[in-house]
T-cell receptor
Framework: RKEVEQDPGPFNVPEGATVAFNCTYSNSASQSFFWYRQDCRKEPKLLMSVYSSGNEDGRFTAQLNRASQYISLLIRDSKLSDSATYLCVVNRGSQGNLIFGKGTKLSVKP | GAVVSQHPSRVICKSGTSVKIECRSLDFQATTMFWYRQFPKQSLMLMATSNEGSKATYEQGVEKDKFLINHASLTLSTLTVTSAHPEDSSFYIC?????????????FGQGTRLTVV
């Protein structure tokens, strides 16, 4: 089983749509969880950290289920500028290396 | 947020030569630096992890004698691609984190696009 697995995508959605990305991780000792966004030919940038209680930042909501080792990202009211690849990132145990999922590509169309 | 500077952003070199990529944390002490490689339309793949003052830990399948990593200070790590070949052409990205802060995110450099001709 891969350390971090994500929906393969791509997701092609119209503006205004709600889209959800899923991610599972294999290391039960993982402590830190993040969603990063990567635009074409650029470095990844942190979108949001993911906390056990779930957290929301504007149109973005992240959820963590430790029992199922599952992370999700929900984007509401999609904008054209949301088009990017979304990377699920998990650390390999406390203070461990950050391991990236393969990413899910999102294309928001007018 | 913290700043990580990676240099050069783009390099073209001849096959057989070596290329050094620098990764600097500008405003925090990077106890750990990670080096990733990304081929076109593929995800970031972790190559190695380096902790300041100790030898790097390489991921399976990554040749440590080909990809030399040095992390001599809390603000600088270097990756040297030795005897580069065209198949080493890729996007190399470093990231830095600090073990002094729990559950910290990683801060990324801008990446280096290496082309070996």
């Amino acid at each position: 089983r891969k350390e971090v697995e994500q929906d393969p995508g791509p997701f092609n959605v119209p503006e205004g749509a709600t889209v959800a990305f899923n991610c599972t991780y294999s290391n039960s000792a993982s402590q830190s969880f993040f969603w990063y966004r990567q635009d074409c030919r650029k470095e990844p940038k942190l979108l949001m950290s993911v906390y056990s209680s779930g957290n929301e930042d504007g149109r973005f909501t992240a959820q963590l289920n430790r029992a199922s080792q599952y992370i999700s990202l929900l984007i509401r009211d999609s904008k054209l500028s949301d088009s990017a690849t979304y990377l699920c990132v998990v650390n390999r145990g406390s203070q461990g290396n950050l391991i990236f999922g393969k990413g899910t590509k999102l294309s928001v169309k007018p | 947020g913290a700043v990580v500077s990676q240099h050069p952003s783009r390099v073209i070199c001849k096959s057989g030569t070596s290329v050094k990529i620098e990764c600097r944390s500008l405003d925090f002490q990077a106890t750990t630096m990670f080096w990733y490689r990304q081929f076109p339309k593929q995800s970031l793949m972790l190559m190695a992890t380096s902790n300041e003052g100790s030898k790097a830990t390489y991921e399976q399948g990554v040749e440590k004698d080909k990809f030399l990593i040095n992390h001599a200070s809390l603000t600088l790590s270097t990756l040297t691609v030795t005897s580069a070949h065209p198949e080493d052409s890729s996007f190399y990205i470093c990231s830095a984190t600090s073990s002094m802060v729990m559950n910290t995110e990683a801060f990324f450099g801008q990446g280096t696009r290496l082309t070996v001709v």
